[in-house]
């Protein structure tokens, strides 16, 4: 078998897995302000960007040949129900506007993530609700209400497609919130807006650095009430039936690297088009691994993409997106 191996033409012949630019999609973190760059302090080379600078960013990401962006927002203001997150003027609908009046960003896919957590006081991802009487610091006195935030979900979902969202993403692991999502895009004549759904989004202790990048971190609580368990497999599988009976039309699988397997079977059972989020933990510590020279970093990034991409990936959300392009030429 090594006959195949022997050189660089031959290997590539015969690979079976290829990374191409156009599948990888980057996250882009904005933030008010004019001619902010603000670096993330656990996530070397990834920034909170004002709208000036993230339209610097796209048209670079652009010219490397990137499928997409995936837009997050820092608002101004926070409140108890995320009213920046479907506010007209949002952050991210200013960042979609600005965005799409580009010409030189035609080739890339704007997805707007649909989440109430960077936009709520207290950090969670959908209404809560108080016990009693007594305070949001005992962490059994509060409720995360499922059918009340789907209101909201929804809204935002509309207001990110009216400003200009080629695909909305809903990340929040409410259940209902792709049915709920798409009546309201379609009354609001946004029937041709697809829905990525983050379908199998699993609790995971790989968040951390995203959530100082957005943000997000809850004050109270965690997230286990609504995101999955991560021994849980098969209810990953139920989660996506339920997502794609609803009307979602591609899913994404959350995080990538330590649930490998749980992509594969995903892409076994279904044939919508299916990506992975190379989530912000993942690149923390292979960033770290880098800095202490214990890593090649092009090597290395490749590797872990390709990975997600032989997993069943079709596209793969990652912050090594302009670096693997660079790499891959």
Known sequence: MRRLRRTPALRSLVRETHLHPCALVYPLFLCPGEGVRKEVASMPGVFNLSIDEAVKEAESCAALGLGGLLLFGLPAE??????????????????????????????????????????TSHGHCGIVSKD?????????????????????????????????????????????????????????????????SYASKFASAFYGPFREAAGSAPQ????RSYQMDGANL???????????????????????????????AARERYDVPL??????????????????????PDRAILESLTSIRRAGADFIVTYFAKDAARVLG
């Open 275 to 296: 990506g992975a989020y190379q989530v912000s933990g993942e690149y923390s510590m292979l960033q770290a691994a880098f800095q202490r020279g214990w890593l090649s």
């Open 220 to 223: 109270f609580g965690d997230r």
């Open 234 to 264: 098969r209810e990953a599988m139920r989660e996506i039936d339920q997502d794609i009976a609803e009307g979602a039309d591609m899913i994404l699988m959350k995080p990538a690297m330590p649930y490998l397997d749980v992509i594969r």
């Open 132 to 196: 009693g009487a007594r305070g949001l610091d005992d962490k059994d006195s509060y409720t995360i209400e499922n059918d009340a935030t789907l209101p909201l979900l929804a809204s935002t979902a509309v207001s990110l497609a009216q400003a200009g969202a080629d695909i909305v993403a809903p990340s929040d692991m409410m259940d209902g919130r792709v049915e709920a999502i798409r009546a309201a895009l379609d009354a609001a004549s946004c029937q041709n807006t697809p829905i990525l």
């Open 78 to 119: 926070k409140d108890d129900l995320a009213t920046s997150a479907y506010a007209a003027n949002g952050i991210v609908q200013q960042g979609l506007r600005a965005l799409k009046s580009s010409r030189s960003l035609d080739g890339l896919v704007l997805i707007a993530d649909v989440c109430l957590c960077e936009y």
